[in-house]
């Protein structure tokens, strides 16, 4: 896994630089726990079943992290610049003495340009092709192929006899530069996010602060080929969008209002669902890999909420705490920080609604691993026949704890 480590140098000059970490993680087995782990835990500790193997030096503060499938070595990250950056944390050294804030900085494999104005937050990388997309403050949504770098070099394989271990062998090295080679102009506004069709190396989908969602198909004109103006109401800005790659014609957006929506590609006239539980925008949201209509969103109010849109009927609304839909499976609450990214354990049918999120803030920024017990999104009727099982004992221990035995007078 990749993980971002940033460091305010305005309030602590003495801080190590920022860095792009990569790191191991140990999942347990369902239903199973390490003990020490309940009985000693602290979110204020290290776990021990993530481990960092390289430390990278990153130029300013990693805002976004995403991997190029295809190439798990291979990163790109946005920062506050116009620029970003492309590691291939194969090749790069390991950065693992101690530093202090005058530290010379890792260099970047490449750096990719085009971007007028700060691109911060808006990221995304194909499936289908070494494509990165990015959004900034220029309004623009840019596009390029890390195939044209180098002839394609940039996402061979490392070779870790070749990679040399000091990190003086940066000094000096000037980073290769791409320019975009696409700039889609339609938001007006700050670009806050933007995904690629899952599967497709033409058709994207963006969000911003001019409160659109916006559909692209860079086959066609470098113009949207879809728009949804005020998606979430007059008044609020949109900062996240996920496209479902079980179901390609569903689309869903996070707003600064906390509200989500879910969008049917085919007709745009009007959301599907609504939902309005975050009582704090909605910064991130992922659609499950493994499970049709299951949608994962999170803000700044310390939580992730759960979506099966299978459940219950029609679009349904929820108001705070006070009322939830059907359609929220799950709400995880143990982050004590506005939560920044999560992601859902890819790749792994066999281990499904396990997840990785992160938080910020000072004393709550922190990584969590979880998963949802399986007894909370499996079919009822198999939950009640395996309870069934073990009635007697279920029974048994309950009639122990509520009647005492009575001694008599």
């Not at 804030?101 to 990719?112: G, N």
């Not at 900034?136 to 006899?161: H, Y």
């Not at 079919?379 to 009635?391: G, N, Y």
Request: hydrophobic share 40%; net charge negative.
């Amino acid at each position: 896994m990749y993980l971002s480590q940033r460091t305010d140098a305005n309030i602590n000059t003495k801080s190590p630089p920022n860095a792009l970490l990569v790191a191991t993680a140990e999942l347990c087995e369902w239903r199973v726990a390490a003990a020490e782990a309940i009985l000693n835990f602290s979110d204020a500790d290290q776990s021990q079943q993530v481990k960092v193997i390289k430390t990278i030096l990153h130029p300013g503060e990693v805002n976004k992290i995403r991997e190029v499938p295809g190439h798990s070595e291979v990163v790109v990250t946005h920062t506050d610049s116009k620029e970003l950056y492309v590691w291939h944390t194969g090749r790069q050294p390991n950065r693992k003495e101690k530093v202090t804030a005058s530290a010379a900085l890792s260099v970047a494999d490449l750096t990719l340009i085009g971007h007028t104005a700060d691109a911060e937050f808006a990221l995304g990388v194909a499936t289908a092709a070494p494509l990165v997309a990015s959004g900034g403050k220029d309004k623009s949504v840019m596009v390029w192929n890390l195939a044209d770098a180098d002839g394609g070099a940039l996402l061979a394989r490392a070779d870790p006899d070749a990679v040399d271990p000091n990190p003086k062998a940066d000094a000096g090295r000037a980073p290769s530069r791409l320019d975009a080679q696409s700039r889609l102009k339609g938001h007006t506004d700050t670009v806050e996010d933007v995904v690629w069709r899952p599967d497709s190396a033409a058709e994207l989908a963006s969000v911003g602060d001019d409160r659109a969602l916006l559909f692209w198909d860079t086959r066609a004109a470098h113009s949207p080929a879809g728009r949804v103006p005020d998606a979430h109401g007059p008044a609020h800005d949109l900062h996240c969008v996920d496209w479902s790659a079980l179901q390609p014609h569903l689309v869903a957006t996070g707003a600064a209002d906390g509200s989500v929506r879910v969008w049917d590609k085919r007709e745009l006239a009007r959301p599907l669902h609504i939902f309005a539980v975050h009582v704090k925008p909605t910064m991130r949201m992922e659609w499950s890999p493994t499970h049709e209509g299951v949608l994962a969103s999170g803000g700044e109010d310390r939580r992730i909420c759960i979506w099966d849109l299978n459940r219950g009927a029609g679009g349904g609304t929820g108001d705070g705490d006070a009322k939830r839909p059907p359609q929220l499976m799950f709400l995880h609450s143990g982050h004590r920080g506005g939560v920044a990214d999560f992601q859902w354990v890819p790749g792994e049918p066999a281990d499904p609604f396990t997840m990785a999120s992160v938080s910020d803030n000072g004393v709550g920024g922190t990584l969590q691993l979880w998963r949802i017990n399986d007894m909370i999104w499996r079919p009822e009727d198999v939950v009640l026949a395996e309870l069934e099982e073990h009635r007697d004992f279920i029974l048994n221990a309950k009639n122990k704890k509520q009647a005492p035995a009575v001694t008599p007078l």
